[in-house]
């Protein structure tokens, strides 16, 4: 069974910066693009940025274009969500996914896992 596990949420004030993990438990993330994801209360789960197995980056949500960044460290079984500039409306639950090699639509991305909750308040 693909298990995925996020870390790194948390409480931050508006302007402040967080680095979410997505961690790999079992085996490789190498041939598998990985999707950001995020459901805040009340509204249906979107789509913030997908990294290709090769590296490509897809953004989803316009909103977060030039503050969220995407990587990956194949060698550490780990894909990062890099965000800055942090606005009280990012707060959501943030998951990760996956599917095969490309990043496509939040529908064909399997393996979810738990989330982490980023909380954006003063």
């Known amino acids: 069974q693909l298990q995925l596990v996020e870390s790194g949420g948390g409480l931050v004030q508006p302007g402040g910066s967080l680095r979410l993990s997505c961690a790999a438990s079992?085996?490789?993330?190498?041939?598998?693009?990985i999707g950001w994801f995020r459901q805040a209360p009340g509204k249906e789960r979107e789509g913030v940025s997908c990294?290709?197995?090769?590296?490509?980056?897809?953004n989803f949500a316009d909103s977060v274009k030039g503050r969220f960044r995407i990587s990956r460290d194949n060698a550490n079984n780990t894909v990062y969500l890099q965000m800055n500039s942090l606005k009280p409306e990012d707060t959501a639950v943030y998951y990760c996914?996956?599917?095969?090699?490309?990043?496509?639509?939040?529908?064909?991305?399997?393996?979810w896992g738990q989330g982490t909750q980023v909380t954006v308040s003063s």
């Open positions: 996914a996956l599917r095969n090699y490309y990043c496509s639509a939040l529908g064909t991305f399997g393996s």
């Open positions: 079992g085996f490789s993330l190498n041939n598998y693009a």
């Open positions: 990294i290709s197995s090769s590296g490509v980056v897809r």
